[in-house]
């Protein structure tokens, strides 16, 4: 029995770290390769030794597929591709490949020089990794191998995300990767034809959530910022240095612009710079008025947004600062965050989710005093404030892209156990199909029930269509043919053709039935009287009488004898190929009755 | 589309044909010019490929038939269609018999057996396809003639097992455009053969093919055009198609929908998976909003649009719509609007800690959260948050259309409205603007969503700006603080962009008329007086102080206690500026002041009747002026044409009219002026100079007929007649002048025929008032008609003459609303002293604005006219963009000229001004064969002449030679 078989390595009842193994039609695939950002011993990657013990990836993966450049699904790829071991093509769009790197070694450095970990990969690693990338466009088909083909979608998450059709033959996994439904002020909306694959895997991170409109939020946060800028107060925003951050630059900048405002937006890190190069370059893939306006002005130009200076944090007025990492678990925004968190007339907007375990979860929650590495404590005396402004969609989102893309079974990643239940509840109430949501490590079977394609002959087509009226879905038809299995393909043929293709004889099978009738009178009469019976029986029928006294109905024939010992008695030879046996034994049941006695 | 369909169904099930106007053959001026026919059998003949025949075919094609011709250039196409082999040039000729059976005055019954004929022997299903097209046209041709529409409904029943899409899908456009109409199923139901053409329609709803799917569909929808009523059974079939795989099946699936919603909007119907029942029209609303998040944006605009005139769904309906039931971790939460309208009502809306309590709040029950299908629920809020602008745009006229008809809708989607100021396209933000403006007497502003309003002011683009005050000028503001804010973002507005400045004044002025009692308090504020100081004297030149005063000045109109907090300046400054900006500022009743102005303008309703009385008795009293010796009429119509200018003056609303008649008089008085000359009495040589009066008199007349015609909004169909009218007598003026003057016959002969042309023409657009007509001159040339036909010219001018003596002096109708149109032009100014300098031979773009009143279709007729100091003079076409619809018979014009000329040694004005082009051919219907090639767009753009109609402002320019 076919079946397509999922593991998640992460992201099973989990945010962070993705990973998920996926067989298909003897295929095996792995949808992203991810870090998790709670975690900094093993755990923080995929356990990719339960792929194989021994020998290496390659022979096990046919290929990896990236969907987005965040580290949560792209952060283990050069420890997996260069310590671990694979060589197989690693599949994401453009964007994803050019901005993948950037983030990977911002990584590196916060783990290799800030934390001082060995045993970490290097520059070096990153750059073989990213060369065993090969890059997708949106719609593109990629034909992995003969049987294997992907097909990425517009996921809207962030610049380049994708949603990705995996295919073997006819059986199909969609995989979404992080999807956003509503646009925003740099990407649009995430979207999918009506693919009906045999599985649809999405995350959940929003599966109890049903969002306000997006203007309102907008709305929020500008008046949040405004009034603390106002109060002269600090505005610190931790972002991950690309996807959100960009579209809060955008609309910071074109409110700056609009109110005529002075105080300075800074955006820390040097990587930004190198990355809104490459939003400016990838227009195409951000949303309708971007496209339409850039011409005049590319909105990823800004104005009034300057590179952060470590010193600036320190200096006195008020300010935005956007800085990275965007959980505050690290980095930058940590230490910005330590600085001004004992100020009130300051605030922090945590634009986004926070994982479990991080300096923003904890502040989210609540959590005024925190101990930080060397025991000191901190008491957080700024607003703490938070915007969803993560793009991942909202339950009504998910259901929505269910809807669009109407598959046989979903499988929930990407999201919190509790919060899966509620909506894989609400997939199988609503939908009524499968909802399936397995942990770490759990595997999930799916059974299929491929499709097989046959290919018909044109001939034997229009045969057969010539004979009835045009086909009707509702109706099953009879169709006389061969099907030839031949080189791993059907065929169904005609009888002739077949034949004449295997180069092999035509056998005649002619089925013959003697039939005993009492008569005395000569054969030509017996015959006539036949012939005259089944006249008037078999109307529509063409009953002929030949010369040689024999009776053919259409291409029956029907002798008669006398018989060799009781001449009272004739023998009906009935003879038919087997094409016309119905009509054949038909007429034998007829003839068995006897005739009618003459007049 | 909506608006179409929506027009149907209000409808009676009826249908108005309107016949052809036959010709009377007898009277028509004929050339005679080589048969079509006869040309077009040679081409075919000579053609010795089938590439070659189809050069000809479409040679053939680009030139129009005559009517008379058609039928010889059927056949010969028939002829050559039996033998021909190829099916690409039968393609082509299915195609000419189409477009020749379209021919005006040509019947087409008599192609039709042929075309049923080779219909039945074709295979080639691309020539199939286009004989059905052909067979269709010829059908809509003959409306009337059921049996030929029964036949061809046969025809097509027949072809629809047609393997190939484009047969079948042909078959279903004939069905829809052919298909009986209930009437007549009714009548022949007692023959065999009645074909129910809905079923049969319906059951191609499940093709396998999407064309053929999308062709049914539409073909429903024609039937329900043409009248036929559709059967709710239908309801059903198309809801299953809303779930189609095609985007063009789901977009026209929901039209079908909406349809039949608006004819059965009372019906009952289930609710699948419960057994609650529910209205059709509140059913169908909720697949409709659901279609709002489909995944093509065809669909979603589609659908969008169509929500907007579902008038008759329930409210608890629309106002989901609204709603979408926000959480956060399965606990139910407000949204930002319920938020801030509850903060602000509790009136802590300005307490330090705005934002805090979006925390949220209940436990939701999970099992009662349903994420999908919940019908409305939150269609608007997908559709203003969608990507494509387009949709966004649609959901905004739809919630437009919604609020306008339910006030209690107005208000809730008032937030929704407001934050769509704020959107990222300037399209959507000016269309929400529009919006509210149209929705604004239902509703009022609360402080924080004025806020936002105004925020928009500072915006860069200056259709928005203007938009905003127009709303601005009709909005509701609850409180004194509003206002104030309002006040302030408005002169922030000015200083920041000082062109505004008209628009800015005429918006406080409305501010301050609807909202006197708010703006009271604040007075002293604005005027910055002190209890016991005195304040210096504002600037009186300063627009911002101007702004103020007019806001109060309007508030103080409806508010007498006001005037008491006024300085002496302010009184100073009042008496000049309503002198100065009397549009703006109104008459106050001032404590101790003489009032001059306000005995006046109080008065003025009352007043109305009396002019308008004024205006009807003067001009009945010319009309009856045939009986008067020439002498007396002639100064009768002089004293009235003075009176009605005068009234035009004095009373604005009566303008029009009195402007048009007086016109239409001095037509008559010139025309009579021009008789009464003695030229006629005299031998002809010897009259050179005064005959120039008479034809300065028969081109004046013409010019005015044409203003009549074109500069009016509002003249109907009989003033058009007299108006053409009037022209015939000035052509006739001008025949028998040059008649006179000229030697020798040769040149009139063309001109009379020319003259004959043009009454036949007459007689041809306007044969169905001629009846109205009696006695006059159009009347006594038709009855001589044939006689001059047969005469020589000067016989014909010698008849013209006695008859445009004899001719009465018709009587102009007034029409019900007529308006003069007029333009001002605001910028350039023509003010400046600096000149424009530019290289010469290069060109310098001069920014132009005026407003248009009363303008019909101002983007093919409005011209701008530069006339430069050499005499030169140049046209400039506007592109429809410039050009704006600020509201009804308002339109504005933001263009720029290029200028150019060579170098001058001083700076010199040009002149710029305003042109209406006109175009009296428009008038004629045209042929169909010219609308179905693409030869000419010319003949429908082309310009016969040209009024202006605004001042000329002079620009200063200075071209400059170039440096070497």
């Given at each position: 029995m076919p079946e397509i078989r999922v593991t998640p390595l992460g992201a099973g009842q989990d945010v962070g770290r993705s990973c998920i193994l996926v067989s298909i039609g003897g295929k095996n695939v792995m949808l992203d390769c991810g870090m998790h950002m709670g975690f900094s011993d093993d755990r923080r990657f995929p356990d990719f030794s339960y792929i194989t013990r021994h020998g290496r990836l390659t022979d096990f993966l046919d290929c990896v597929i990236i969907s987005h450049f965040h580290l949560d699904h792209c952060g283990a790829l050069p420890y997996f591709s260069e310590m671990v071991g694979y060589d197989g093509p690693i599949y994401m769009t453009q964007p994803t490949q050019a901005i993948c790197p950037i983030l990977l070694e911002d990584y590196r450095k916060i783990a290799v020089d800030k934390k001082g970990e060995a045993n970490f990969f290097t520059s070096q690693m990153i750059k073989d990794c990213m060369k065993k990338a090969v890059a997708v466009h949106l719609h593109q088909t990629v034909q992995v191998d003969d049987e294997l083909e992907i097909k990425a979608y517009y996921a809207g998450h962030v610049l380049g995300a994708a949603m990705f059709q995996i295919k073997v033959g006819s059986e199909s996994v969609v995989y979404t990767g992080d999807y956003n439904m509503t646009p925003d002020r740099h990407l649009g909306a995430a979207w999918i034809d009506k693919c009906r694959p045999n599985l649809l895997i999405t995350e959940s991170t929003y599966a109890t959530t049903i969002r306000d409109s997006k203007r309102c939020r907008e709305r929020d946060f500008l008046k949040k910022v405004h009034e603390t800028v106002e109060r002269g107060g600090k505005v610190l925003i931790p972002v991950f240095a690309l996807g959100r951050a960009q579209e809060l630059c955008i609309l910071l900048e074109t409110f700056w612009e609009r109110m005529d405002l002075k105080a300075p937006i800074y955006f820390s890190t040097g990587l930004t710079e190198k990355a809104n190069h490459y939003y400016k370059l990838f227009i195409p893939w951000t949303n309708q008025k971007i496209r339409k306006t850039f011409v005049q002005r590319n909105m990823f130009e800004f104005k009034h947004i300057k590179a952060f200076d470590r010193a600036f944090a320190d200096s006195p007025g008020p300010m935005v600062v956007f800085a990275?990492?965007?959980?505050?678990?690290?980095?930058q925004s940590l230490q910005i965050f330590r600085k001004w968190a004992g100020n009130e007339k300051n605030m922090v907007i945590m634009p986004g989710y926070c994982v479990q375990g991080t300096v923003g979860h904890k502040i989210l929650s609540g959590q005024r005093k925190l101990e930080l590495e060397g025991r000191q404590v901190l008491e957080v005396k700024m607003q703490v404030e938070y915007m969803s402004f993560s793009a991942h969609a909202d339950a009504k989102g998910i259901m929505q892209l269910v809807g669009q893309a109407e598959p046989e079974n979903v499988l929930l990643v990407h999201g919190e156990a509790k919060k899966m239940e509620f909506l894989k509840q609400k997939i199988e109430q609503e939908f009524r199909i499968s909802c399936y949501m397995p942990a770490n490590g759990e595997t999930v079977t799916l059974p299929t029930s491929p499709s097989i394609p046959v290919g018909i002959s044109l001939g034997l087509l229009k045969r057969e269509m010539a004979q009835g009226l045009l086909p009707d879905a509702k109706k099953a038809r009879l169709l006389h043919g061969t099907l030839i299995m031949k080189d791993n393909n059907f065929r169904l043929v005609s009888s002739e053709q077949a034949l004449k293709e295997l180069g092999l004889a035509e056998h005649q099978l002619r089925f013959t039935c003697r039939v005993h009738l009492h008569d005395p009178r000569k054969e030509q009469e017996t015959a006539m009287r036949v012939y005259s019976h089944l006249k008037s029986v078999l109307k529509d029928h063409c009953v002929q009488h030949l010369p040689d006294g024999s009776v053919t109905v259409e291409s029956i024939l029907i002798q008669a004898a006398a018989h060799s010992e009781d001449p009272g008695t004739k023998v009906l030879l009935v003879s038919w190929t087997y094409q016309d046996e119905e009509l054949g034994s038909c007429l034998t049941s007829l003839l068995k009755k006897g005739l009618p006695q003459a007049p | 589309m909506a608006a179409h369909l929506k027009k149907r169904v209000y409808e009676e099930f009826t249908k108005v044909v309107q016949q052809q106007q036959e010709e009377i053959a007898t009277k028509k001026l004929r050339l005679t010019k080589p048969s079509k026919s006869a040309a077009l059998h040679i081409d075919l003949c000579k053609a010795t490929s089938p590439a070659d025949a189809l050069q000809y075919l479409l040679q053939f094609a680009r030139k129009p038939v005559e009517a008379e011709s058609v039928e010889g250039v059927v056949r010969i196409l028939l002829e050559h269609y039996y033998k021909e082999n190829d099916p690409s040039v039968r393609l082509k000729i299915a195609s000419l018999l189409g477009l020749l059976s379209k021919t005006a005055g040509f019947s087409p019954d008599c192609i039709m057996d042929d075309a049923i004929n080779i219909l039945q022997n074709e295979k080639s299903h691309q020539v199939l396809a286009q004989l059905l097209d052909t067979l269709l046209a010829i059908g809509t041709k003959l409306p009337e003639n059921q049996a030929v529409q029964m036949r061809l409904v046969d025809v097509a029943c027949k072809h629809l097992t047609d393997t190939s899409h484009g047969v079948r899908n042909k078959c279903l456009q004939l069905l829809g455009n052919l298909g009986s109409l209930e009437k007549t199923v009714a009548k022949d139901a007692e023959g065999s053969a009645v074909r129910d053409v809905q079923k049969i329609i319906g059951d191609y709803f499940s093709d396998q093919d999407p064309r053929v799917r999308t062709a049914a569909i539409k073909a429903m929808l024609q039937l329900h055009e043409r009248g036929l009523k559709l059967h709710q059974t239908i309801y059903n079939q198309a809801c299953k198609l809303l779930s189609d795989d095609y985007e063009q099946v789901r977009s026209a699936a929901v039209q079908l929908i909406w349809v039949v919603s608006q004819l059965y909007p009372e019906s009952i119907v289930p609710i699948p998976s419960s057994n609650e029942e529910i209205r059709l029209v509140d059913d169908a609303f909720g697949k409709i909003c659901h279609m709002v998040s489909d995944g093509s944006w065809v669909v979603r605009v589609q659908a969008a649009k169509l929500l907007g005139s579902m008038e008759q769904v329930s409210s608890h309906f629309l106002e989901q719509t609204l709603d979408k039931k926000l959480m956060s971790d399965l606990r139910r939460k407000r949204t930002a609007h319920e938020r801030a309208k509850e903060l602000y009502s509790s009136g802590e809306f300005s307490s330090g800690r705005k934002w805090g309590d979006d925390a949220p709040k209940e436990e939701i029950d999970t099992g009662a959260v349903n994420l999908i299908e919940s019908g409305a629920c939150g269609a608007f809020v997908h559709g203003l948050e969608d990507e494509m602008y387009e949709v966004r745009i649609a959901a905004v006229e739809a919630l437009c259309m919604l609020a306008q008809s339910s006030p209690s809708f107005a208000e809730k989607c008032l937030d929704f409205l407001v934050d769509m100021f704020n959107d990222e396209i300037e399209e959507v933000r000016l269309q929400s603007i529009h919006t509210m403006r149209k929705i604004s007497n239902n509703i009022t502003l609360r402080e924080d969503q004025l806020d936002t309003v105004l925020a928009v002011l500072e915006d860069s683009s200056r259709d928005i700006r203007e938009a905003l005050h127009e709303l601005l000028c009709c909005t509701n503001v609850s409180t004194k603080e509003g206002i104030h804010l309002a006040l302030v973002e408005l002169l922030k507005n000015l200083t920041k962009y000082p062109t505004d400045r008209d628009s800015i004044w005429k918006c406080l002025k409305f501010l301050g008329s609807r909202h006197p009692t708010l703006v009271l308090p604040l007075v002293p504020e604005l005027l910055s007086t002190h209890p016991y100081f005195d304040t210096a004297e504002p600037d009186m030149d300063d627009p911002a102080y101007i702004a103020v005063l007019v806001l109060i000045f309007n508030a103080a109109k409806t508010c007498p206690t006001m005037p008491a907090l006024f300085s002496d300046h302010t009184f100073r400054h009042y008496a000049y500026l309503r002198d100065s900006l009397s549009h703006l500022v109104p008459a106050l009743r001032l404590p101790g002041r003489k009032l001059v102005s306000s005995a006046l303008s109080p008065n003025i309703t009352p007043h109305e009747d009396p002019s308008h009385q004024f205006l009807q008795q003067s001009l009945e009293r010319v009309y009856s002026l045939q009986h008067l010796d020439p002498q007396g009429s002639q100064e009768l119509l002089e004293f009235t044409i003075r009176d009605l200018q005068r009234l035009g003056e004095l009373q604005s609303e009566l303008a029009g009219v009195a402007d048009f008649s007086a016109t239409y008089l001095r037509c008559q008085l010139l025309l009579i002026k021009a008789l009464q000359e003695k030229l006629w009495n005299v031998a002809a040589p010897l009259y050179l100079k005064q005959s120039d009066l008479a034809s300065a008199a028969a081109k004046q007349i013409m010019e005015e007929t044409y203003k009549m015609e074109f500069m009016y909004s509002g003249v109907e169909s009989k003033q058009v007649v007299i108006i053409h009218h009037m022209r015939l007598q000035a052509k006739a003026l001008q025949l028998i002048v040059i008649a006179r003057t000229t030697r020798g016959v040769d040149p009139l002969f063309g001109m009379c025929e020319k003259f004959l042309q043009e009454v036949d023409f007459f007689q041809r657009c306007f044969i169905a008032d001629l009846p109205h007509l009696q006695d006059s001159f159009v009347d006594k040339l038709l009855d001589l008609m044939p006689r001059l036909m047969t005469s020589k010219p000067a016989e014909v001018v010698k008849i013209l003459q006695t008859m445009l003596r004899q001719s009465t002096f018709l009587h102009l109708p007034l029409p019900e609303q007529i308006h003069k149109a007029s333009a001002t032009i605001i910028e350039p100014a023509g003010e400046s002293d600096n000149p424009l300098r530019f290289t010469s031979g290069l060109v310098v773009a001069l920014d132009v604005d005026a407003t248009l009143e009363h303008v019909q279709d101002p983007q093919s007729t409005v011209k701008v006219q530069v006339l430069y100091p050499d005499g030169q003079a140049q046209i400039i076409h506007p592109k429809p963009a410039d050009f704006r619809n600020p509201g009804p018979g308002r339109h504005r014009l933001i263009t720029q000229v290029y200028l150019s000329h060579t170098a001058w040694t001083e700076p010199c004005q040009v002149e710029v001004r305003l042109l209406l082009a006109y175009n009296s051919g428009s008038r004629i219907p045209k042929s169909p064969w010219i609308e179905g090639g693409e030869m000419s767009p010319q003949v429908e753009t082309s310009i016969e002449g040209t009024i202006p109609f605004s001042k000329p402002v002079k620009v200063y320019i200075m071209p400059k030679p170039a440096r070497r």
């Open positions: 990275t990492p965007g959980m505050l678990h690290a980095g | -």
